[in-house]
């Protein structure tokens, strides 16, 4: 927050405040939209929040892969309440109205979340490649130093991306327009409103979103390979099969998380594109961030019996 002042101390922008012209312009679509991301919301919230208690009360669950868990469910937690509230009053009001301070600060933390999750589903699959090639050196290789060290990077990162893109749209200057083609404050809507050349932010852009998306995408891309590589070598088929449903899940995860942010800035040469963006990063900014809880623990046998004995701690409570 500090450095969004310093930077908007310096900032000449005439602009004061945005319009968020929101996912559609459709009346009739309004209301349907609206309990759709209400529900999205909910789910969102229950889910993470309820994965994040499960696993802090649980010190069976303290394991590395827990570890993370518990990291991605903070991660997406914050994320989603950082422009779903903004999303939601744009289907009941006519003008959503957000101010240029609470437009920098929501796209400062809007990166800063999702650029942490890219390396943190990145820490998530090293990890499942050292449980499935590496099983005997398991405890040694994801040591809790080390568990710590890959999440607090996925941090250090996502500042790093955040402060770069929200210190080059700082300097950019915003003359009359002011409505955002988006449902959020996001990087390539807000170039479109510039009237100052935005040729810096668009290399920043291709530099850092690239890094951002190439590195997490080769290093999951090499860990899946030798994963793979291990389970065919393994003899027993019902052995392979877990191994196997292990890393399903994730996979589906990981395509929807970076096909769709990929999409969204690699592709917007032009307003039509841009619209068909706004509708991919739903999957990335809502859908993931609910899918998450479920995809990565309903189907954990640990989770299970986890939330199985907290629910009955909870009934025999109520019980006396």
Do not use: W
């Not at 809880?293 to 006396?320: E, G, H, T």
């Amino acid at each position: 927050m500090a450095i969004i002042k310093k930077m908007l101390a310096s900032n000449s922008s005439s602009v004061t405040e945005f319009i968020l012209a929101g996912l559609t312009d459709r009346p009739e679509l309004q209301q349907p939209l609206l309990c759709l991301f209400i529900m999205i919301y909910i789910v969102t919230m229950v889910g993470n929040l309820g994965l994040i208690t499960l696993i802090g009360l649980n010190s069976h669950l303290h394991t590395p892969m827990y570890y993370f868990l518990f990291n991605l469910s903070f991660i997406d937690f914050c994320y989603s309440s950082v422009f779903t509230p903004k999303m939601l009053i744009n289907f009941v009001s006519k003008k959503n109205v957000i101010s240029y301070v609470g437009c920098m600060t929501q796209l400062f933390f809007f990166l800063f979340f999702v650029i942490s999750e890219c390396y943190m589903l990145t820490s998530m699959a090293y990890d499942r490649y050292v449980a499935i090639c590496n099983p005997l050196l398991y405890k040694v290789t994801m040591s809790p130093q080390v568990c710590s060290v890959l999440s607090f990077a996925a941090y250090v990162m996502g500042f790093a991306g955040a402060t770069a893109h929200t210190g080059c749209m700082l300097r950019l200057t915003f003359c009359d327009a002011n409505i955002i083609n988006h449902y959020l404050c996001d990087i390539l809507p807000l170039l479109q409103l510039s009237c100052t050349s935005t040729y810096v932010n668009e290399v920043v852009v291709f530099i850092v979103v690239g890094i951002n998306i190439t590195v997490p995408s080769l290093t999951i891309l090499v860990s899946y390979i030798f994963i793979f590589t291990s389970i065919l070598h393994i003899k027993s088929t019902q052995g392979r099969s877990k191994a196997f449903s292990t890393c399903s899940s994730h996979i589906i995860a990981l395509s929807l998380f970076f096909g769709s942010a990929a999409f969204m800035y690699f592709k917007y040469s032009s307003l039509d594109s841009l619209d068909q963006g706004k509708i991919f990063s739903v999957f990335y900014t809502n859908v993931g961030p609910m899918l998450n809880p479920l995809i990565y623990s309903i189907r954990n046998k640990d989770v299970k019996v986890a939330l199985r004995k907290a629910l009955i701690r909870i009934q025999m409570r109520n019980m006396f």
